[in-house]
Nanobody
């Protein structure tokens, strides 16, 4: 199983980023896909998931700014992040629900 995130970077407050996660080695269309993030000095936390019927969940305080989506034909899940804040600075990880594999993470830094 391989999980590969991309799309992180440095963005100013109020900006947007879309993270991508491509997965191989599983039956992607059947897998629940998750996004986690880990801020400096904090534990990794679950922030969003999307299941095989496209039902989604996002952490309450992110619902109005983040969107999770998937394309089974591309084995890809995205996390669209809008109106980013300095407190969104973290390493963002994708996780597949079949075997629990994480990617290497992608750094998001929100700073002026």
């Amino acid at each position: 199983v391989q999980v590969a995130e991309s799309g992180g970077g440095l963005v100013q407050p109020g900006g947007s980023l879309t993270l991508s996660c491509v997965v191989s080695g599983i039956t992607f269309r059947l897998a629940e896909m998750r996004w986690f993030r880990q801020s400096p000095g904090k534990e990794r936390e679950l922030i969003a998931w999307i299941d095989d019927s496209d039902t989604t969940w996002l952490e309450d305080h992110l619902k109005d700014r983040f969107i999770i989506s998937r394309d089974n034909a591309k084995n890809t899940v995205w996390l669209q992040m809008n109106n980013l804040r300095p407190e969104d600075t973290a390493v963002y990880y994708c996780n597949e629900g079949a075997w629990g594999t994480y990617g290497q993470g992608t750094q998001v830094t929100v700073s002026s």
